[in-house]
Every structure is written in structure tokens, then in C-alpha cells.
T-cell receptor, first 111, second 117 residues
């Protein structure tokens, strides 16, 4: 699976949009982009995933560049409960294929 | 989303004892379950992939005789840490994927914090 690069940490003001970037320049055509987050001492929580089109759900939006070499996760109105480590993962969508976690971005939402 | 539970949430044991951790998919059938370990301030590291009815596949460096995995049904996988030592103290997390479609997301359990004294 392709490797991803994310900033180590980011701050965001409560109520503002949080934009978390991810570089995956070696992504291949059959690899999806997944985003998970992990709140302290809890298991990771699925947020969103996509292949090439932008995606939106009740939690976030995923913007994937046209060349697919990078993506941005957008939390439109960050709250204090969004403070967590956010992981960007690319993987081939095979049934038995596991998720490989990198370092992630530690997002701190501040009042 | 689908729910995955783990039991116990916390366990403290003496060195040399064995500890069993259960992972259950509560509202879906999981053909494949995964076990991860996470040390403080570190990312999740995959330990093994568990397929229902067959032997688990362990990642390099993970001792299969020490970390016994059983996936006896489509809703239950267990991880047994045998002869636990203080260095096995960690946060153990399982995940499960619904069905056989590779595009479906994995759902994670809340984790089990193991402390070996």
C-alpha cells in the first residue's frame, strides 16, 4: 500500500473549519483513501473514504486532487470533541487487506 | 455504523499469567478481524489478521505462540496473551470488516488496556 505523509500536529479554533492535508504521491489507481481518527484511549473511528471523487458525509468532507496525489479532510465546524489523532491511509480494497497506520496528525481544537 | 465490542476494557495481571481478550461484532458478521497493539504515544501496529474458521496470519515479529488468536465464529475473535510479561503491557485493539467487500470500512473496538505487573 502507498505511503502517506501528514503534518504531525495542527491547531484549530472551535467553530472553524479544520483542514487536514495528506500527501500520497505514490498512490496507485486501485487504492482508496481512508480517514480514521482516534480520540485518546479509544479505538479508531472511521470517518470517510474515497477513490477519486470528492465525498461528503455527516462527519466530514474528503477532497481528493485530480491527480490523486493528495487529499484534504475537512471538518466544517470543529468542536472540542474533534480533538484527536487523524490518520490518512491508502489501501487496495481487497477483503482481507488490513489498514496500515502511520503517525497521523494530532488535531487540537481550542476554545 | 456497525459496533465492535471488546472485553475486558482494562485488565491487570501478574507476570506469567495468561490473559484472554474478546472481540465481538455486535450487529454484523465479520469474516475478517484484525488485532492491533498500540504503545503510548505511538501509532497502531498490526499484529495479526484473523479469518473465521482458519488460522490467523501473523505479522513479522509477532510470536504466534505467545499471542494466540481464535476466530471461531463470524462474530467473535479472541486474543490470548500467554505467559504475559511487563513488556506486553499495551493497548490492544481489534477491528472487524463486514462482509467480503474490500471497499467496506473497518470498525474498531474500544480497545483493551493490559497492564502486566
Amino acid at each position: 500500500d502507498a505511503k502517506t505523509t501528514q503534518p504531525t500536529s495542527m491547531d484549530c479554533a472551535e467553530g472553524r473549519a479544520a483542514n487536514l492535508p495528506c500527501n500520497h504521491s505514490t498512490i496507485s489507481g486501485n487504492e482508496y483513501v481512508y480517514w480514521y481518527r482516534q480520540i485518546h484511549s479509544q479505538g479508531p473511528q472511521y470517518i470517510i473514504h474515497g477513490l477519486k471523487n470528492n465525498e461528503t458525509n455527516e462527519m466530514a468532507s474528503l477532497i481528493i486532487t485530480e491527480d490523486r496525489k493528495s487529499s484534504t479532510l475537512i471538518l466544517p465546524h470543529a468542536t472540542l470533541r474533534d480533538t484527536a489523532v487523524y490518520y490518512c491511509i491508502v489501501r487496495v480494497a481487497h477483503a482481507g487487506n488490513m489498514l496500515t497506520f502511520g503517525g497521523g496528525t494530532r488535531l487540537m481544537v481550542k476554545p | 455504523g456497525a459496533v465492535v465490542s471488546q472485553h475486558p476494557s482494562r485488565v491487570i495481571c501478574k507476570s506469567g499469567t495468561s490473559v484472554k481478550i474478546e472481540c465481538r461484532s455486535l450487529d454484523f458478521q465479520a469474516t475478517t478481524m484484525f488485532w492491533y497493539r498500540q504503545f503510548p504515544k505511538k501509532s497502531l501496529m498490526l499484529m495479526a489478521t484473523s479469518n473465521e474458521g482458519s488460522k490467523a496470519t501473523y505479522e513479522q515479529g509477532v510470536e504466534k505462540d505467545k499471542f494466540l488468536i481464535n476466530h471461531a465464529s463470524l462474530t467473535l475473535s479472541t486474543l490470548t496473551v500467554t505467559s504475559a510479561h511487563p513488556e506486553d503491557s499495551s493497548f490492544y485493539i481489534c477491528s472487524a470488516r463486514e462482509g467480503t467487500s474490500g471497499t467496506q470500512e473497518q470498525f474498531f473496538g474500544p480497545g483493551t488496556r493490559l497492564t502486566v505487573l
